[in-house]
């Protein structure tokens, strides 16, 4: 590990690589929060429930590549170096991001219109499917007595995204026509994204590396050490943070949710996510901090309890007589409570792996439980609620998170760290 940087350089890297996963991401979570009319663009069907659910499939099937990226990407962050990996990832997602901007709708050119959609989102799948473990081992380096309070920027860096995300949202549906929106103004976030892109390469082009790249080059493969001697602690980590993606995604759905299950107008929905993800950010480094002094199990550990037990009386309340206000006061209590969850979860994960396969490690086990459980987060909550018929089926997928993170918790008290 690479240790002979001043601080004030090492602070403008852990910027450079808050602003990078930020720009990254913002990519990602921006198509779930105006899913509703990308539906209507790309997947017109006769039934609005099927469009939405296709919409929301496309979604979660881009996160399928994301383990695949974590695998190529993660060990090529722990074989040529962190900065290397960030780079790269960056560059993909602008090239999607391109493509996305410029593509037709359904009307001009058809199915095309659908299916290169989908292979954009998929090599944005691809591209941040390894951003999580380089920008994360990245941030665990730098300075391993405020570990807890670096990584968390990781997660605070994506409640960046979704203000910015939320925010385009919550602008565009205050000041454009229903018929502009799906037009032209759809486009406008992924464009502002691509506008910014250079700026995000650039700025982490000027990163100090952490780890020493020959050393690494000359050292086993981290893909095949991995699962042959550390099984257990990608389960676990993959396990811990599986609660943390569900309720982040539902949190994202939250504003589809509130326009189509409850009856409230759009800019609301976009309101009460934006005034959300504006908690995170200040929450999240906070937790992260406290961590470093406290422990990082007894914080998530807490935070994971209460989301299992307030899931369902927070939507049932909400659900029996909704309004703008209801909606604000759930959405900022799953946001806390998934920041005082994710907060120290970052530190917590690159300690169960070891320096030479932590990138891989981080990327490898945040892509499968985002892969499996959070990416369908939304196309599950739809398909809940046309099964049950019940606008509060949201929460049992969330109860169902919180087990299982819960039963990893306890298993990451017995592995204890492994980082060196």
């Known amino acids: 590990m690479l240790v002979d940087s001043k601080p004030a350089t090492r602070r403008g890297d852990v910027v450079a690589v808050c602003l990078g996963n930020a720009l990254d991401w913002f990519e990602i979570v921006v198509y779930g929060y105006f899913a509703g009319i990308i539906s209507t663009v790309f997947f017109p069907a006769e039934t609005p429930g099927v469009s939405l659910l296709l919409t929301f499939l496309t979604f979660g099937v881009t996160f399928v590549m994301r383990p695949?990226?974590?695998?190529?990407?993660?060990?090529?962050?722990?074989?040529?170096?962190?900065?290397?990996?960030?780079?790269?990832s960056i560059?993909?997602?602008?090239?999607?991001?391109?493509?996305?901007?410029?593509?037709?709708?359904?009307?001009?050119?058809?199915?095309?219109?659908?299916?290169?959609l989908v292979l954009a989102r998929t090599v944005q799948g691809f591209a941040v499917g390894g951003e999580f473990g380089g920008a994360t081992a990245f941030l665990a380096e730098t300075d391993a007595a405020r570990r807890g309070y670096l990584a968390s920027w990781q997660f605070a860096s994506q409640g960046v995204a979704a203000m910015l995300a939320t925010g385009f949202g919550f602008a565009i549906t205050r000041t454009l026509s229903n018929d502009q929106i799906e037009a032209w103004g759809w486009r406008l976030p992924f464009l502002f994204g691509l506008l910014i892109a250079p700026v995000g390469y650039y700025i982490r082009g000027r990163l100090q590396e952490t780890i020493d790249v020959k050393a690494a080059r000359a050292g086993a493969?981290?893909?095949?050490?991995?699962?042959?001697?550390?099984?257990r602690q990608l389960m676990t980590a993959t396990g811990l943070i599986v609660l943390g993606t569900v309720a982040t995604y539902t949190i994202v759905f939250m504003p589809t949710f509130a326009?189509?299950?409850?009856?409230?107008?759009?800019?609301?929905?976009?309101?009460?996510?934006?005034?959300?993800?504006?908690?995170?950010?200040?929450?999240?480094?906070?937790?992260?901090?406290?961590?470093?002094?406290?422990?990082?199990?007894p914080i998530a550990t807490g935070a994971a309890l209460a989301l299992g037990a307030l899931a369902w009386p927070l939507f049932a309340w909400l659900a029996g007589a909704p309004t703008i206000e209801k909606l604000l006061l759930v959405q900022i209590t799953l946001g806390v409570l998934t920041a005082l969850n994710v907060g120290a979860l970052p530190a917590l994960m690159a300690e169960l792996f070891a320096t030479r396969m932590r990138a891989t490690g981080l990327s490898i086990s945040y892509s499968v439980a985002v892969a499996v459980f959070g990416g369908f987060a939304p196309f599950i909550d739809v398909w809940l609620i046309e099964t049950t018929g019940s606008a509060v089926a949201p929460s049992y997928y969330l109860i169902v998170a919180a087990i299982i993170s819960l039963l990893s918790l306890a298993m990451a008290r017995r592995l204890g760290s492994s980082a060196d």
């Open 68 to 88: 695949l990226g974590a695998v190529v990407l993660g060990a090529y962050a722990d074989r040529h170096g962190r900065k290397s990996a960030i780079l790269l």
């Open 91 to 116: 560059a993909m997602m602008t090239a999607a991001s391109a493509a996305i901007v410029f593509l037709p709708d359904y009307r001009s050119i058809g199915i095309l219109a659908p299916a290169i």
């Open 221 to 231: 493969s981290p893909v095949a050490s991995l699962f042959r001697a550390h099984k």
């Open 259 to 297: 326009a189509r299950e409850l009856g409230l107008t759009a800019s609301d929905s976009f309101a009460a996510a934006l005034l959300t993800a504006s908690v995170q950010v200040i929450v999240v480094p906070f937790v992260g901090l406290l961590s470093d002094r406290w422990g990082r199990l």
